[in-house]
């Protein structure tokens, strides 16, 4: 008799989505499936507006990153007004995107591995659900708990000191930003109001957080190395000496043995490069590197990606942790799922070394924020959000109003890996099991959280959404029904 | 020289010179009366009814009132708020008013009288009418999805020839405020902005210009709309 199981919705991810799994007669995965079943239509809403709305527009897309659409968006249209590609901004302009980049980094990362992944880490993926979530690490560590508060709120001031408040703000616009920081600004962020909400402390706390984690990992190796791995190529942005650079560069990617792939390429040029492909199952497409085609041509971004094709990280402390990371695979590229999370804590770290660095420079005080030059038919804007590649791409009339919109989130770039991970994940779990319990479903939905997707702006249920896994045989008559 | 009337408003007694339009005396004596298509410069319309009163019991438009000897004045009663409330919250039904990535979000008087009256949930169906965006001229952008028809711009924007930039066009429910290509083919940017500044939401938009003023200084950003009437 087969079975289908559907995970639905998937929890502790942004967004919705569900996962279905079909079981044969012997009870082998014989298919499974992540759905994303939210459609958003941004693509199609922003065509026939004025241009310069975009940044502020499409950043709705979501509540957790929305700086990197905002940014992506300005950048895009930094090309159209003909203020070019990152160089092109004046100082001031470019490092106060660059602050509100950082801050967003710093405060999506740990709202994930805090509130999202670190209970299936401390517990245990099949620890009881009633605590395997973000009250129970309050429960069981206070300190730890109010860490992981104070880091995102952190990140939060830095977006609203930059783009004027900590969710949807205005501050990036085409050509420059709108907004340069006071010097009260800049030193309450600096050093804080004599609490711990301060730069060094920051600092100290990714570094708290990576000994956290390095200590899990000491004593779960097999675990963390063994769950969810298999072979990817890796795409991001890298700075055109290799540094890793979250905000702007050209596009790398490398395959699972380190052979480039992409080789720094200009990103006004993606297109060159990467195609999408449509299937009838998801609203979400699949991109693929258009040189190795569809079946090969997949490829994982994020964390994982970005400390794959970075050749170094341009701040001191980060630089540390990423050689031992790097030691940790011999220098070869990292193709472990569960590693993911070491990268983003890594990430963490240098966001909050970059901010410090950032918040003593100068030009952040400056008041020349925006230039100009000769108008463009169409940018492109490309940005490593927290979840990886973000791609926005625009044609703008003569008129001024937006005619095509081409969004590439992070979240799509990781479809297939993520699919790959489901398929994984329940043949190892699933196959020819007797009883089907919370605890493999959750492993599941571990695989899937470590890519941290973002599904759209769902974060305020997580926990406490109903998980339902319906039994059908082979009719599709119900034989089954339960819910967690 | 100016001679003076004696009226009531809102129970105490006020001077006000004669002829003195009742939005404009009410202001003077601390008291704050909402409008949305008055503006001052530009002759009185009428047409929103937000600055609707009770003169002598009677429900008049402040905008086209002017003070007279012994008028006795109402501006808040429970039934007049809840009225000037409908108003607003009809101009957002009727509409496509998407605050978020609007430019005049933080400095549009419609969204700040939404505020100031707690409109948070639609009490009229919203239309969704299918409205362009005029984007032809080259200094400016008429949004008709968010054109309130208050006729400022039609009234307040003239070419140095004293001729009016805006004209209405089509009739009824499908009357649209539109640029006329004739008296703004040449306008200067300080015209565009006037046009722009003019305007009580954000239908009127000059090309390239957008989010300049950063969240925290717009002008409802510092204090809501009315705050300028002390009492």
């Not at chain 1, 990140?155 to 930059?162: L, R």
């Not at chain 1, 052979?259 to 979400?284: A, F, G, P, T």
């Amino acid at each position: 008799m087969t079975r289908k199981i559907v995970i639905e919705p998937v929890t502790r991810v942004e967004g919705h989505g569900k996962v279905t799994i079909h079981l044969d007669d012997e009870g082998n995965v014989a298919q499974s499936r992540f759905h994303i079943v939210e459609f958003r239509g941004f693509e199609r809403f922003v065509q026939g507006r004025p241009y310069w709305e975009a940044p502020v527009l499409v950043q709705r897309l979501c509540g957790i990153c929305p700086v990197s659409h905002h940014l992506a968006g300005a950048k895009a249209m930094d090309v159209v007004v003909g203020a070019g590609t990152g160089e092109g901004l004046t100082p001031t302009a470019e490092k106060i995107r660059r602050l509100m980049h950082y801050g967003q980094i710093f405060q999506s990362h740990s709202l994930h591995f805090f509130h999202l992944a670190s209970p299936d880490l401390l517990f245990g993926y099949d620890s009881p659900p009633e605590t395997r979530n973000v009250i129970g690490i309050a429960m069981a560590n206070r300190e730890l708990a109010t860490q992981a508060v104070l880091m995102r709120k952190y990140g939060q001031e830095v977006i609203a000191a930059t783009a004027g408040k900590k969710i949807h703000g205005t501050g990036a616009v085409p050509g420059g930003v709108n907004k340069s920081l006071t010097a009260e600004e800049r030193d309450r962020l600096l050093k804080g109001d004599g609490g711990p909400l301060n730069a060094g402390q920051m600092v100290a706390w990714a570094q708290g957080a990576l000994e956290l984690f390095k200590d899990y990992y000491r004593k779960h190796k097999d675990f963390i190395d063994r769950f969810s791995s298999f072979p990817s190529n890796h795409l991001s942005l890298v700075r055109k000496d290799g540094a890793l650079d979250l905000y702007h560069g050209v596009l790398r990617a490398v395959d699972a043995n380190g052979k480039r792939i992409l080789n720094d390429v200009d990103y006004q040029e993606y297109l060159q490069h990467l195609r999408e492909e449509v299937k009838s199952w998801s609203y979400m497409k699949f991109p693929f590197l258009k040189a190795l085609g569809r079946e090969n041509g997949w490829y994982r971004v994020g964390p994982l990606a970005r400390l794959n094709t970075a050749d170094f990280i341009p701040t001191p402390l980060a630089q540390k942790e990423f050689e031992g990371y790097k030691a940790a695979t011999g220098g070869k590229p990292n193709n472990m799922c569960m590693h993911t999370h070491w990268a983003r804590l890594i990430e963490i770290l240098h966001a909050a070394e970059k901010m410090r660095e950032l918040l003593q420079d100068p030009d952040i005080l400056g008041g020349d924020l925006v230039v100009k030059g000769r108008r463009q038919p169409e940018g492109v804007g490309i940005i490593e959000a927290p979840r990886g590649t973000l791609i926005h791409h625009f044609r703008v009339g003569e008129d001024d109003l937006i005619q095509m919109a081409n969004l590439i989130v992070s979240t799509t770039h990781n479809n297939e890996p993520m699919n790959r991970a489901v398929n994984g994940v329940a043949r190892s779990m699933l196959t020819k099991a007797r009883e089907i319990t919370e605890g493999m479903l959750n492993a599941v939905e571990v695989a899937i959280r470590a890519y941290d997707p973002c599904l759209s702006c769902a974060t305020h249920a997580y926990g406490r959404m109903p998980l339902e896994v319906l039994l059908y045989d082979d009719r599709g008559q119900l034989l089954a029904r339960r819910r967690k | 020289m100016a001679s003076f009337v004696r009226y009531t408003l809102d129970g105490k007694t006020c001077l006000a010179e004669e002829g003195t339009q009742l939005v404009a005396a009410a202001r003077d004596s601390g008291v704050y009366i909402p409008t949305l298509c008055n503006h001052p410069g530009i002759p009185p319309k009428g047409s929103c009814r937000i600055c609707t009163v009770l003169v002598n019991g009677i429900p008049q438009t402040a905008c086209t009132t002017k003070v007279v000897e012994d008028m006795n004045v109402t501006t808040g009663t429970p039934e007049l708020e809840a009225f000037r409330k409908a108003v607003v919250e009809i101009l957002f039904a009727e509409g496509n008013h998407l605050c978020p990535s609007c430019e005049r979000s933080g400095n549009c008087e419609l969204q700040a009288l939404a505020y100031r009256y707690r409109v948070t949930v639609p009490h009229f169906p919203y239309l969704f009418p299918k409205r362009d965006v005029e984007a032809w001229h080259p200094k400016l952008v008429k949004d008709h999805n968010r054109c309130i028809q208050c006729k400022r711009c039609i009234r307040g924007i003239h070419n140095a020839e004293g001729k009016a930039l805006f004209a209405f066009g089509k009739r009824g429910d499908k009357v649209v405020i539109n640029i006329d290509p004739d008296t703004s083919r040449d306008i200067g940017d300080e015209l565009a902005q006037q046009a722009m500044d003019i305007c009580p939401v954000g239908a009127i938009l000059r090309k390239g210009k957008g989010f300049d003023v950063p969240i925290g200084r717009r002008r409802y950003d510092r204090e809501p709309i009315g705050s300028e009437v002390k009492p």
